[in-house]
C-alpha cells in the first residue's frame, strides 16, 4: 500500500488550495500530511473525497460545518466524513498532521473529535514523517492497517456542539460562545426569541439533537479551552464561564474530557 506523503516545505498560508489539489489529485490510497499554521489562519470551507483524521500535534483549532462546530486541543484529532464541507480557524499555532484515507479503507458518518492515544500518534507521526520516505510497503501496509484497527478504539469525546439552523436561535448561540455563563437559562433565551419556555425547548432540541442544558454546558467547556492553551488561570477561566467554583468547572470539565483541568494542561499541553 503505497503511501503518498506531502514533501513538507512549509508552504505560505494562502497555499492551502495547493494542499487541497495535492489532496484530490493523489491516487495512493493513504495521504499524509503535515503543517504549521499560525494563530489566526482561517482556513476557507472545502471537502475532500476522503475521509480525513485532522490531528491537532500541538495547538487548538476551530473546525465548522453547516451543521456544527468542533473544537480540537492538543491531543484529540477530528475524524472528518467525505464529502462533508468544513473550515479551520487557528486559536494558537497549530501543527497538524493529517491522514486521508480512500472511502473504502475508512468511511464515518459524522465527525467527531476523539482523544489521540499513545500508539495511535506515534503510527500517524510515523506515517506522516519524510523521514520514512523509503519505508517499505509491507511496513507502510502494517502501520496502516494497525492505525485502522485503533482508530476504532478511540475515545470519542463530546467537543462538537451542534449549531442550529434557525438563523435567530443560531445569533444567540454565537453570542453566547463570546460571553459564555454557566448561569444562562431557558427562560432568559426563551424571552430573547419571544417564546414560551415550551416552545422554545422543542425548538432548540429540533434545531441541535440536544437540550438546552446540555448544549450550554458543552459550550463553556468549548469556550474554556482556548483561554487555558494560553495559560489563564483554571480558577479564572471557571468564574468567567459562570460556574460559582472550580470544583464545579472540574466536574464538567472532566465528563467531557475525562481528566480535570490540571491533568489534561499538564498531559496535553506541559503547564
Not at 471537502?47 to 483524521?53: D, E, I, N
Not at 503510527?123 to 520516505?133: F, K
Not at 417564546?195 to 446540555?214: A, C, D, I, P, W
Request: proline residues 7%.
Amino acid at each position: 500500500m503505497p503511501i503518498r506523503r506531502y514533501p513538507l516545505p512549509q508552504l505560505p498560508d494562502d497555499d492551502h488550495f495547493r494542499n487541497l489539489d495535492w489532496v484530490e489529485t493523489g491516487n495512493a490510497p493513504v495521504l499524509a500530511l503535515g503543517r504549521d499554521y499560525n494563530a489566526g489562519l482561517l482556513v476557507p470551507f472545502h471537502k475532500h473525497t476522503r475521509t480525513q483524521l485532522w490531528w491537532a500535534r500541538g495547538g487548538v483549532v476551530l473546525m465548522r460545518t453547516e451543521r456544527g462546530r468542533w473544537m480540537v486541543p492538543p491531543g484529540h484529532a477530528l475524524l472528518i466524513p467525505a464529502g462533508v464541507e468544513h473550515s479551520a480557524e487557528m486559536i494558537s499555532d497549530v501543527r497538524m498532521h493529517s491522514i486521508y484515507f480512500a472511502p473504502d479503507l475508512l468511511r464515518a458518518e459524522r465527525p467527531m473529535v476523539m482523544e489521540i492515544n499513545p500508539l495511535a500518534g506515534s503510527l500517524v507521526d510515523a506515517l506522516v514523517s519524510v523521514e520514512n520516505e523509503a519505508m517499505s510497503e509491507r511496513r507502510e501496509q502494517l502501520v496502516t492497517d494497525l492505525l485502522l484497527e485503533e482508530i476504532g478504539r478511540l475515545q470519542e469525546r463530546p467537543l462538537g456542539l451542534p449549531f442550529p439552523r434557525d438563523e435567530k436561535l443560531a445569533a444567540l448561540c454565537r453570542q453566547f460562545l463570546q460571553a459564555p455563563s454557566a448561569a444562562a437559562s431557558i427562560d432568559q433565551w426563551a424571552d430573547r426569541l419571544g417564546l414560551s419556555r415550551r416552545s422554545f425547548t422543542r425548538l432548540f432540541r429540533n434545531e441541535t439533537g440536544v437540550s438546552f442544558v446540555t448544549w450550554r454546558q458543552q459550550a463553556c467547556i468549548f469556550a474554556s479551552l482556548p483561554l487555558l492553551a494560553d495559560g489563564e488561570p483554571i480558577i479564572n477561566v471557571a468564574l468567567d464561564a459562570g460556574y460559582e467554583n472550580v470544583a464545579a468547572f472540574t466536574t464538567m470539565f472532566r465528563r467531557m474530557l475525562g481528566s480535570p483541568p490540571s491533568v489534561y494542561l499538564k498531559t496535553y499541553l506541559g503547564q
